[in-house]
């Protein structure tokens, strides 16, 4: 395993989060996009961006979470996401001991507590990308707003 790690206490236990692998982060990112995809093209499409001059701004009409949460869980990717927590699972040591021997027991009856370390676990091995997203989203708005001007 790579010694780049992050390490956070969530609940009573302690994780360490080591980073994936390059083409093994690429994989599961390409497909939790697949999933993920369509659910934030569902909030955009709720959102008004013609007044939008920052990220900030951003005004959603009232029943677009739902409806992105619904094509979350619509999607008949049950086995990917799986799959996905299976590998992040072997990449995190939770109180010293690899995670992906123990994940059944250890999160028995801990369900938020697995959202949240899941939550952590995208976060160390995604931080990066999802910096130049909101950079980019901001250059965006930021270009709109200069359009707007001229």
Do not use: C
Not at 96 to 106: I, R, S, V
Request: no cysteine.
């Amino acid at each position: 395993m790579q010694s780049d790690s992050n390490t956070k206490t969530i609940g009573e236990s302690s994780y360490e989060i080591f980073m994936l692998p390059a083409t093994t982060g690429l994989d599961v990112f390409l497909d939790l996009a697949r999933i993920v995809g369509p659910a934030i093209g569902v909030v955009f499409d709720g959102a008004d961006l013609k007044e939008l001059d920052t990220i900030g701004d951003l005004a959603f009409s009232g029943d677009v979470f739902e409806k992105a949460a619904r094509q979350i869980f619509q999607a008949e990717e049950k086995e990917t996401v799986k799959a996905t927590i299976k590998i992040l699972a072997a990449h995190t040591h939770v109180d010293g001991k690899k995670l992906g021997d123990t994940f059944e027991a250890h999160f028995q009856g801990k369900i938020g507590e697995m959202f949240k370390w899941l939550v952590f676990a995208l976060e160390v091995n995604y931080s990066d990308f999802l910096d130049v997203s909101r950079i980019s989203l901001g250059r965006a708005i930021a270009a709109k707003g200069e359009a707007k001007k001229g």
